[in-house]
């Protein structure tokens, strides 16, 4: 080809050239770093010389947070000029907020950003949720929090003790201080634009709400050795569905009960079946109307449906976090819906408390 030598390569790439070797490298750490640097330019002229220092250190601190959790190609998400018009609201928050947590908050905002940020309406929530981290109070942010939680995160396990011990261990971590009381954090919340309120309705007290939420686990089931237990196990073996699907009701043991959560938890396209080796099988649309069918086999009797949820929630009160989470749910007055803002507010905030809580999903 003679001397000729052409480079081509994306955009925001970089090219090094050694005769006919080419390589490409995109955003690292250090470029990254220097952007950051490139765009905190823009606080100089805001701040006096003294504040100035203390503002620079808590940037910092921010993006010190921030890199630590930009993995998995993240990093290119510094040549986008609009998560860079964000990363400087970002600093201008860190820069005034002197909550270190909030230096954390903030990266796992940006964080959402760069993984939900194609969704016009998700990036005005996240927009916003930036402008007001050094805004909202310590106990607001925790009742934001502890209230999406709630709403949000569910065990995947159809085994009742394992839920519960899920959900403890979950509230544990989310709940670090103590709740917030009265209607002044819920005003402090609807200020900030990240809940609505209906002061005309109220929440469901928590026994209501799990019941419906976690209905298998309280759902009557099926009576031992009865009619509807034989064409129970028919329809297992018909379909080749192991047998353990279905098990002993933990509330009741006179009855026997489908593994799941709730109804809606057979349509996904995987089911864990208890057995020494967790073995996990896929469904076929057949199968999974089998198991369905299994389901509308269930006692129908609320006298005894209403002895198991009785029992559910004794069970869940001899567990401390979720105690103290029902009092603290069943004495808020109004009924409360969160924003796009409060939302990504209180998933980051999760997030920040347990690092392996599952991204948003709107």
Known sequence: ??????????????QLQANNMIVNLGIDEKRAREICQEMILQLKN????EALKVAESRVSEFEDKLMAKMKDGALEAFADPSFLSLLVEAQKTAASTERPADYDLLSELLVHRFQKGTDRNTRAGIT?????????????LLGLTVFHAVTCFYPVTGVIQEGLDVLNSLFGKLIYATLPTGND?????????????????????MEEYYSEQFAGYMDVG????????????????????????????ELNTDYIRLCVLNKNDIDPTKLTHLSSN?????????????IRSIYDLYKQDPVIRQENVNKFMEE???????KILREWWDNIEVLIQLTSVGKVLAHANAQRCDESLPPLNY
Request: hydrophobic share 40%; glycine share 4%; net charge negative.
């Open 128 to 140: 916003r949720a930036v402008e007001i981290v050094d805004e909202i109070s310590d106990e607001a």
């Open 278 to 290: 967790n073995i996990v099988i896929s469904l076929t649309d057949i199968q999974k109307n089998a």
């Open 222 to 249: 099926i009576k031992k050795n009865s009619q509807e237990y034989y064409k129970a196990i028919e329809l297992l073996n018909s379909n080749n569905l192991p047998l353990n699907i279905l098990i002993e009701h």
């Open 185 to 205: 954090w819920l005003d402090h919340l609807d200020i900030l634009d990240t809940i609505r309120i209906g002061e005309f309705r109220r929440l469901k007290k």
């Open 46 to 49: 805001k701040f006096t010389e």
């Open 316 to 322: 869940w009160n001899k567990r401390a976090n979720l």
């Open 1 to 14: 080809m003679g001397n000729k030598q052409v480079q081509e390569a994306g955009d925001n790439s970089q």
